[in-house]
């Protein structure tokens, strides 16, 4: 059989960092293919040189045996290669049916005009087809997360591509949805469209790829049949070794002291009474599909928003946190899960980024900084986290996200925080990084932090929690702790719908 | 509505058509309502403070001011939907202004060669401003702030800084200030620069929602990069959105023209943050991505019906202004407490 797609040598830098390195891939008609790699292996980059949004640097894109250059999203689309982005992209203020049809929107008389009726009728139809109830004039900044992707997935459908790729379509969707979901790709092969599908979830590819390639640090490691490989021999192509990782025993900290304790946070729709509690180095886990609101608590107890309703202690004695100065003054810090934007300055070097939430205690005559103190300060941390930088005076945006989150965390030691949030603490980080970043948790726990760790990485979190809080919709739905956790209990507890539980 | 995991227990759940009471309760359909009533509520004010307010003189006066104000604010409107700005606005209406007046006075060409110029050259500059802000990636603020001088600079230049009068054109007084609407009906003498603001607004809110252009430029404005991973060629659209702006500040030039009988080279500034103001105060989001021209038009009415009222009561000019900025703080503010309300709610 012809392949439709076939990508050659593929290679594409960004910055000078290599995304992809010569990177293959072959995708048959009518199959369902999963492109599996780690977290920044080159699955999103490849799969978005083939729809458009990137140029290659070198290598070629066969489609059906001839060679095409698909130089933007529109290119794409005409060439019937289809795409459902990681991150939604949707424009809140439009409808669904607005959505769906962005850039292609049905005239009616003489052409000027957008025919809305036929619009919103078609997007009714592939709704019904997709069995979602939804109005299609509803403005999607309106819709649940859940419901937005859904959206994303109906635009994708919408284009009658003979090439589909999703990229991770099922992060913020329950069972339903995703049964729903499966059932469509189900049809889309019998007609013979070709579907590319991401995702980290083993039981999902399991249940639907007929085959599978693996990525590693940009590059092609091979293309197996799912059915017959076993997950160990897929997971060893992945990480490039076998991981043997030795069961580390999770301490016991159940009878250690709370340091930290949220009672009845309420913050709009997305935080509902959400209540916990944080002992002295235990690292607890919040568990959740996208938009399920943990990153939402931990800035509502770190006062980066207001909140509506609630309370909170800091060692038995009760706090206003209105801001996160109130926040640092007692104690605790709060890692964005994006930290260019949020936690570096990323044109000053490294000791001044270590230093900038502690300025105060670097001056001399209450005016002036002392560099001197700034520079052994950084210097010191750099030793003890393992910052590899050339110098203390290096600009943090040349060091690789790995080094970048060491430093934002050594800011948060010198602090002198006690309760510490982490926010995807290794999104964009490589492999090896990660696990030291795991390390320097553990030993940051080890020395009585209280730590918080936010996490879409089922595997993480069960890797490192002591204790794991689920939530969805906004309230927590339970609270499991490190030896029964496991990732069938987090996804049951983090589908656990309001609505859902009230139906027969 | 219901979650989508109800599926058998309310099969139509969430297609029940959306009732007057949701409509009225839309943020967007709120702030409409809003200034809406502060206009009514002023007008009602200073019909009782003064007798002279409702007379018809003073009404058509009201009407006629807002002419300008208004075509120009209507212009914004786009630009600030696409969570753009533009502050060339003002200068650029006078530079149309002088254009024309080179037309039709300095080379004696037939009047409508003249509105088409005004036109014309509207739209040429706004197209460049969108080069500017699409393709050369400068931002909208100062790459309209540079447009807005250069062009101050241009009428005062081709002009030689001296007003040029249109008094070899007759005729051309009567496209702002003649009332065909009081031919017809002699008791409505709606001056035509009311119809022209009337036909233009119409025309803007037609586009704005029953047209490619329109969606394009709500959706730019709500997320640009969504629009370009759509396919859509997200730069032409842009500089198209500053050209039409640019057309329809064409439009107030002739307007003022007419009005004045000249071209005043050194008028125009401060025009630009009059009409923002009546964009906001009418709804539209700076932060872009909704907007209605119904809401632009009232924001502009609020303007000249405070500016209006306030000179009927003897307050003082010093004292409009003041009044002018408290109406702008008050009604970014209303925008800002409104965005932080529209939680997700389905």
Redesign the interface.
């Known amino acids: 059989m012809q392949p439709i797609v076939t990508i050659r040598d593929l290679s594409k830098s960004f910055a000078g960092v290599r995304a992809l390195d010569r990177a293959q891939f072959e995708l048959l008609p009518g199959e369902v293919h999963a492109l599996m790699g780690e977290n920044g292996a080159g699955k999103s980059t490849l799969m978005k040189v083939l729809a ?2 990137y140029r290659k640097d070198s290598g070629e894109v066969l489609l059906d045996g001839q060679p095409v250059d698909i130089e ?3 290119a ?2 005409a060439l019937g290669i289809g795409i459902i ?1 990681q991150e939604l ?6 409808s669904a049916a ?1 959505n769906i049809f ?4 049905p ?1 009616g008389r003489f052409g ?3 025919d ?1 009726e036929a619009m919103c009728c078609e997007a009714q139809l592939i709704f019904d087809r997709m ?5 299609p ?2 403005p999607v ?4 997360v ?2 937005q992707q ?1 959206v994303e997935i109906a ?1 994708a459908l919408s284009f009658e591509s003979r090439v589909l790729i999703m990229d991770e379509p099922t992060a913020a969707l ?1 069972n ?2 995703v049964a729903d979901l499966f059932r469509i790709i189900a049809r889309l092969r019998s007609r013979g469209v070709a579907v590319v599908y991401i995702s980290h979830k083993m039981d999902e590819l399991k249940r639907i790829a007929d085959r599978v390639t693996v990525m590693r640090d940009g590059q092609y490691i091979a293309t197996v049949p799912m059915a017959t490989t076993p997950m160990d021999t897929l997971i060893a192509m992945m990480v490039g070794r076998q991981l043997a990782e030795a069961e580390h025993e999770m301490p016991d900290t159940s009878a250690n002291e709370v340091v930290l304790e949220a009672r009845g946070i309420c913050r ?3 935080v509902r009474d959400a209540s916990f509690v944080l002992r002295r180095g235990e690292i607890l886990g919040f568990a959740g599909l996208m938009g399920a609101g943990r990153t939402e608590l931990a800035r509502a107890v770190f006062g980066a928003d207001r909140i509506d309703a609630g309370e909170v202690f800091v060692n038995g004695q009760k706090v206003v946190i209105g801001s996160p100065e109130d926040a640092v003054a007692n104690g605790i810090g709060y890692l964005s899960e994006d930290r260019k934007h949020f936690g570096l300055a990323t044109g000053m070097d490294v000791e001044t980024n270590i230093a900038l939430a502690s300025m105060k205690s670097f001056l001399s005559m209450g005016f002036f900084i002392d560099r001197a103190a700034v520079e052994s300060a950084g210097e010191r941390y750099v030793r003890q986290l393992g910052i590899k930088t050339p110098s203390v005076r290096q600009q943090v945006r040349l060091l690789s996200g790995g080094n970048q989150q060491k430093i934002v965390i050594a800011k948060w030691l010198l602090r002198d925080c006690k309760v510490l949030f982490f926010d995807e603490p290794t999104r964009g980080i490589d492999v090896g990084a990660k696990a030291e970043i795991y390390r320097l948790l553990n030993e940051l726990a080890a020395q009585g932090k209280a730590i918080v760790i936010i996490s879409s990485e089922l595997p993480e979190v069960l890797r490192m929690s002591h204790r794991v809080l689920v939530m969805c919709e906004g309230r927590i739905t339970g609270e499991l702790a490190a030896r029964e956790a496991s990732q069938e209990k987090i996804m049951q507890l983090a589908t656990r ?1 309001e ?2 539980d009230a ?2 | ?7 058998t ?7 029940s058509p ?1 009732t007057l009471k949701d409509r009225l309760f839309r943020p967007a359909t709120r702030q409409k309502l809003l200034a809406f009533a502060s206009l009514v509520a002023l007008m009602v004010f200073f019909s009782f403070a003064s007798p002279q307010f409702l007379q018809a003189d003073n009404l058509v006066g009201i009407l006629q001011s807002t002419a300008v104000n208004g075509v120009l604010a209507i212009a914004c409107t786009f630009v600030i939907i696409t969570s753009g700005i533009d502050l060339s606005v003002g200068t650029l209406m006078t530079f149309c202004a002088v254009m024309t007046g080179v037309v039709l006075t300095y080379m004696g060409m037939p009047l409508w060669l003249g509105i088409c110029a005004a036109i014309f050259f509207g739209a040429l500059s706004g197209f460049v401003s969108g080069l500017l802000i699409a393709k050369l990636k400068i931002p909208p603020f100062i790459a309209t702030l540079g447009m807005m001088m250069l062009l101050k600079g241009l009428s005062l230049v081709i002009s030689g800084t001296k007003p040029i009068y249109f008094n070899d054109t007759p005729g051309f007084t009567a496209i702002s200030q003649d009332s065909l609407i009081g031919d017809i009906v002699p008791s409505l003498p709606i001056p035509n620069a009311v119809l022209i603001l009337f036909l233009v607004a119409v025309a803007a809110s ?1 586009v704005l929602n ?3 252009l329109g ?1 394009y430029t ?2 730019l ?3 640009e ?9 997200t730069d032409f659209w842009k500089i198209v959105v500053y050209t039409v702006s640019g057309g329809i500040c064409g439009i107030a030039g002739l307007l003022i023209a007419s009005r004045l009988n000249s071209a005043q080279p050194a008028l125009g500034q401060g025009y630009e943050l009059d009409a923002i103001a009546a964009v906001v105060i009418g709804g539209t989001s700076l932060s872009g ?2 907007g209605t021209i119904v809401g632009t038009i009232i924001g502009a009415f609020i303007m000249s019906v405070l500016t209006n009222g306030l000179r009927i009561l003897s307050v003082a000019q010093e004292w409009q202004t003041v009044v002018t900025g408290v109406i702008i703080i008050l009604a970014v503010y209303a925008d800002i407490l409104r965005r932080r309300s ?5």
């Open positions: 458009g949004v933007s999203p529109r794409a689309q982005h992209n949707l424009m809140n203020h439009l607005q962005i850039g292609r929107e005239r000027l005009f957008i809305e069995n979602l109830k939804l109005d004039r509803t900044g309106e819709l649940t859940a419901r859904m635009k329950n339903e949805e709009g729709t997305m719908r609505t859902a139906a027969p | 509505m219901t979650t989508p995991t109800v599926t227990a309310a099969p139509a759940a969430g297609f959306k037609i029953r047209t490619i969606r709500f959706a404005g709500s997320n990069e969504a629009v370009r991973l759509s396919g859509v060629n991505g909704t529209g939680s997700k709610v389905h």
